[in-house]
């Protein structure tokens, strides 16, 4: 400690200029007992629970620890929280998340931060890796994130490049559950059971359930898998409350799904500092690719239906010939207004009805939303799902997009493709793309020399409410082709983008958002992506179920999501 006090002139001891004295934090004196280490080794191993003081360990769903009281000077977290709130945060905001980030603080310089930085990356790291009884590396992998009102980071399992144990230390005032903002752990479909040599997961489902033996030599030990299940997060089966001064750590593996509950509370500040400890990753599993939805030729359905239904704006021929234009510029349109005026009502009102019978979808790393089932929709809904999967409808579409989703629109004739070779010599876009123009012309150069196919779709009525979302992730077979995305909003009145919701198109890989769809009542919303297109759509949060003056509310609106395929 004393070697590292500066001088009064602001010289540290060595003579070397230094920013602001370091201090030294003291780790929690059950780290540093021998003893207790060795029994809580003994407990992680065996997959035990085991407790001392403010040490708790439990391994359901999966091997974790709370550590109550980490640093023992109290005066240093204080003054550590204070350097903290001070640092520069980043608004970060995608699928998955929403909060605020600091920048980098490998490097951070200051009185406190690199003083808990050596804690964790030195004293706790060599505890820690005995623990496991395996070699932790010095990287060191930290920021620091704050969490406020409506923030969230929903289910995710940690993994990525060499992460062995994820670790997070909060600073947090006197927090409860209802602030939200807990750390969920997820239960997973089939039982994950681990002792020193095997993971197992002993449920097999008869439809999903499937088998695979590997035998892996890592190190000194090898390791057998037998998993039975697909390995997906089902349940919040456990919450953890964010307590002052208390480190959580857990092993990364293929079932270490987590998520930060949404932070509820209109005032506090969830405040920590996480990162992972870096090893050889325990070895995953084949990733899950979920079965491909099935997708159908249109009904046959004449344009009766588009009449009684369909705003006779949008039947005037002049007019969708300005719309396909539109639409071959931009790969995106909204209609207002779509419907006729009567059948939205009846629709709209239909939808709030309880007859409907919602089912849950999940599994919560990919989506959370309901989604009607068909059997039982009131009948002008099942007319309206009908009018989305008709004959006349697959042509309607062909003549607001220029795409061949009926065999009378045009589309495969040899002027057409001549003017499509001319497009792509002049570079001119017709899907929402994320790839370069040569690349999109390659594209659809693929596409036509595929066999004509029968133009096909699949659909869902779904029901948006507190807490839904849907995340991008690279087992999305469903949304990496070619395709026409359809949205027709109900129930959406007065909903604003602030409460979620809205459809996100982005470019695979990055971030950077193309375009949104927000919803908004009896809109149509097109888009035409290509394969490197992603979508999701954004976590509803607590806003949406704020309280009215005469009561709670719990605010819902309603989509028919349909994707259409030439
Ligand atoms: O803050 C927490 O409790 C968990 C954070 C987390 O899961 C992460 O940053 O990956
Ligand atoms: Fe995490």
Known sequence: MTSKRKKSDGTAAGGKKKEKREENAEISGIIQDADIKEKVKEAWHRRKPFSHGGLVLDCQPFPHCVLNNFIQNEGFLENLQKELLALNFHEKSNDLYKFKQSDDLKQRKGAHIPGLRTVIFDQFRHWLSDVLDTELEPVVDVSCAKYEYTDVLLCHDDELEGRRVAFIFYLVPPW?????????????????????????????????????????????SSRLWLFLENCQPKDVVKSLVPQ????????VSPVSFHQV?????????????????????????????????????????????????????????????QMQEEFEESSEILLKNFLKEDKFKEVNEALKKTEIQWTRRGPPNKRNYERAELQALPPCVSTCWELLSSEAFFLLLSNFTGLKLHFLAPGSDDEEEEEEEQDCAAGSTRSLEAAAPEQQCSKRNER????????????????????????????DLDNMEFALDLLLYCGCENWQSDLGGFTSY?????????????????????????????????????????????GPVRRHFYDFSFVYYE
């Not at 002052?244 to 092993?251: D, G, P, S, Y």
């Not at 927000?518 to 888009?527: C, W």
């Open 448 to 475: 036509k020399s595929k066999e004509p196919s029968t133009p096909v779709c699949r659909g869902e009525l779904r029901r948006w409410g507190t807490g839904d979302y849907t995340l991008i992730h690279d087992t």
């Open 176 to 220: 409860e559950a209802s602030d939200g903002g807990t750390l969920d752990l997820y239960s997973v479909d089939g039982q994950y059971h681990k002792d020193t040599l095997l993971y197992s997961v002993s449920l097999v489902s008869p439809i999903t359930g499937w088998m695979a033996v590997c035998l892996a030599s890592r190190g000194r």
């Open 261 to 321: 509950a949404e932070v509820i509370s209109e005032d506090k500040c969830r405040l920590s500092m996480s990162g992972w400890f870096h090893g050889t990753p325990l070895e995953r599993p084949p990733r899950y690719v979920e079965p491909a939805i099935p997708r159908n030729p249109h009904l046959p359905r004449d344009e009766e239906l588009l009449l009684e239904w369909v705003n006779p704006v949008y039947l005037d021929m002049a007019y969708q010939a």
């Open 506 to 550: 982005i470019a695979s890989g990055e971030d950077e958002e193309l375009l949104t769809v927000s919803p908004e009542d009896n809109a149509l919303g097109l888009v035409y992506r290509d394969k490197e297109t992603l979508r999701f759509i954004k976590h509803v949060n607590h806003r949406s179920s704020q309280s009215l003056e005469d």
């Open 244 to 251: 002052w001064n208390t480190l959580i750590f857990f092993e």
